[in-house]
């Protein structure tokens, strides 16, 4: 069993930067690639990005090419979000996922309760 807890949330201007972090307060992740969705509201929750075990292979949906990085480090047990050049249509709930890499784009096995992001025009 895994449970995951995400913090960095908050409220930013247009332009600016947030990292997200999400950690595992049971279980280790290592073993797990990880993921991060978003929904906005009134929206259908999306996919942002995900990467694997290692590290090695990351994915980003288009809109947040370039903008968005994620990253792991298995020996803290954490896995980031670097949010760069945050626009108002990024602002929405945030949340982590961890499970198989085969699910982990569509029914992560895992979730964490969400942080909420707001970036203001």
């Known amino acids: 069993q895994v449970q995951l807890v995400e913090s960095g949330g908050g409220l930013v201007q247009a332009g600016g930067s947030l990292r997200l972090s999400c950690a595992a307060s049971e279980g280790s992740l290592s073993v797990h690639a990880m993921g991060w969705f978003r929904q906005a509201p009134g929206k259908e929750r999306e996919l942002v990005t995900t990467?694997?075990?290692?590290?090695?292979?990351?994915y980003y949906v288009d809109s947040v090419k370039g903008r968005f990085t994620i990253s792991r480090d298995n020996a803290k047990n954490t896995v980031y979000l670097q949010m760069n050049s945050l626009k108002p249509e990024d602002r929405a709930v945030y949340y982590c996922?961890?499970?198989?890499?085969?699910?982990?784009?569509?029914?992560?096995?895992?979730w964490g309760q969400g942080t909420q992001v707001t970036v203001s025009s």
């Open positions: 990467i694997n075990w290692s590290g090695s292979s990351t």
């Open positions: 996922t961890a499970g198989d890499l085969s699910r982990i784009s569509r029914t992560p096995a895992y």
